[in-house]
């Protein structure tokens, strides 16, 4: 395998050199022998502040690659930290253990197993699962990984089932019912969440999403792990329905099972059941967002100041978004500007989900009336 060697972040690394796996002139990461993807830099840049956050003693890569996520975390996050890395491919830990070397991390252990099989091995205060696809085969077993009051990670690029596309797959993956709505950016990550706590509550334990988000083709998520059967009980009450009305464009989040639209009785599309609480812990993002100086000179530093400035006013919004090209349509308006939608509520905001979106505390009627007035 001929390597080429890449700067990210502070890290230097080895990776199959591109050039060896393209295919008439093209390259997708998952064709060379050990994967990596130079468009997950904004989710690792990201992650690295929040580890830096969680400052963990002991963290798990639980599906490693290259290793350039557990060594970024201790170069960049917590240097004190003691990490495991793992990989099932035996030519990912090949490579691992010189990327290990050459970054001179001291601290690193890096094992060839199922993550499955590692992670009801071991336990750790940091668990990342940064898998292919679907992070749902690893969710029981990286909480069981998770000690009390301990985080773990998750990305998932499978949006086709999370966003209600892939109805069969979201079913099988997510024990969820899906189906497709004008606000499904945000009901995704909602899918996600649902499945991670009804797994921990398997455990006698709960999570609660500290920061979330959505970005080009994934979701990234980080969770609290907390230990106890009664914490497990009380938090599966926050799980309800999203909902929608394809006649008037109403629209909520609930933990009430309703049927009929509210607002003019017509039978409503219905997704089950999902997360209905925050997305985001507020003292979590503050927290990143006063670290963001010391990261400075990472690729993505003003992209990431932007996303947490949207986190931190969006997350004050516990509705979901609403789509305006959608409420537009039902009442053949013309879509309105969003500029001009916040300020005609006053009390509404941007979503980071979805261009057209926004996040208001006004009821139905004042967005109707506002649309109206605008066009
Ligand atoms: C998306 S890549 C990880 C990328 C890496 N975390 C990064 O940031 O560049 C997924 C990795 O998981 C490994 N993998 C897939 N299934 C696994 C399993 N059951 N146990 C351990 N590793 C697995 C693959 O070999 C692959 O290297
Ligand atoms: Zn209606």
């Known amino acids: 395998m001929n390597l080429r060697k890449i700067k990210e972040g502070k890290a230097e690394i080895f990776?199959?050199?591109?050039?060896?796996?393209?295919?008439?002139?093209?390259?997708?990461?998952?064709w060379a022998p050990v994967f990596y993807n130079p468009k997950m830099v904004f989710n690792r840049d990201l992650s690295v502040i929040a580890v830096s956050v969680i400052s963990p003693k002991k963290i798990v890569d639980a599906l490693s690659a290259s290793g350039i996520r557990g060594?970024?975390?201790?170069?960049?996050?917590?240097?004190s930290s003691e990490v495991i890395f793992n990989d099932k491919n035996p030519r990912s830990v090949d490579l691992i253990k010189k990327n290990v070397e050459i970054n001179d991390i001291h601290d690193a252990t890096i094992t060839n197993k199922d993550a499955n099989s590692i992670l009801?091995?071991?336990?750790?205060?940091?668990?990342?699962?940064?898998?292919?696809?679907?992070?749902?085969?690893?969710?029981?077993?990286?909480?069981?990984?998770?000690?009390?009051?301990?985080?773990?990670?998750?990305?998932?690029?499978?949006?086709?089932?999370?966003?209600?596309?892939?109805?069969k797959s979201c079913k099988r993956k997510y024990d969820v019912q899906n189906i497709k709505l004008s606000f499904s950016k945000e009901i995704g990550i909602r899918v996600l969440i649902s499945k991670i706590i009804?797994?921990?509550?398997?455990?006698?334990?709960?999570?609660?999403?500290?920061?979330?988000?959505?970005?080009?083709?994934?979701?990234?998520?980080?969770?609290?792990?907390?230990?106890?059967?009664?914490?497990?009980?009380?938090?599966?009450?926050?799980?309800g329905y999203a909902i929608e009305c394809d006649k008037c464009g109403f629209s909520s989040i609930t933990k009430e099972m309703i049927s009929k639209c509210p607002i003019c009785g017509n039978n409503l599309k219905i997704v089950s059941r999902i997360w209905t609480g925050q997305l985001n812990d507020q003292d979590f993002l503050v927290k990143i967002n006063e670290r963001l100086a010391n990261f400075k000179y990472l690729a993505n530093y003003t992209n990431i100041q932007n996303l947490i400035?949207?986190?931190?006013?969006?997350?004050?919004?516990?509705?979901?978004?609403?789509?305006?090209?959608?409420?537009?349509?039902?009442?053949?308006?013309?879509?309105?500007s969003r500029s001009k939608m916040i300020e005609c509520l006053s009390d509404a905001t941007e979503t980071h989900f979805d261009p057209k979106g926004?996040?208001?505390?006004?009821?139905?009627?004042?967005?109707?009336e506002c649309i109206k007035k605008i066009n």
Request: glycine content about 4%; cysteine-free; aromatic content about 12%.
């Open 309 to 336: 400035s949207k986190l931190i006013i969006e997350n004050k919004y516990v509705t979901n978004y609403i789509n305006l090209e959608f409420v537009a349509s039902r009442y053949r308006t013309n879509v309105p």
């Open 198 to 239: 009804r797994e921990a509550s398997i455990l006698e334990k709960t999570a609660i999403p500290v920061l979330s988000f959505y970005h080009d083709y994934y979701y990234r998520i980080f969770m609290k792990v907390m230990r106890g059967a009664r914490k497990a009980d009380e938090n599966l009450e926050n799980l």
């Open 120 to 167: 009801f091995e071991i336990i750790s205060d940091f668990v990342d699962i940064d898998p292919f696809g679907s992070p749902s085969p690893f969710i029981l077993s990286s909480i069981n990984a998770t000690k009390n009051n301990g985080y773990v990670a998750y990305t998932a690029t499978d949006l086709s089932p999370l966003e209600g596309r892939a109805v």
């Open 15 to 30: 990776i199959p050199d591109p050039k060896d796996y393209e295919k008439q002139g093209k390259f997708d990461p998952s």
């Open 358 to 368: 926004i996040k208001t505390n006004k009821n139905f009627d004042e967005i109707i």
């Open 71 to 79: 060594i970024r975390y201790q170069i960049e996050s917590s240097s």
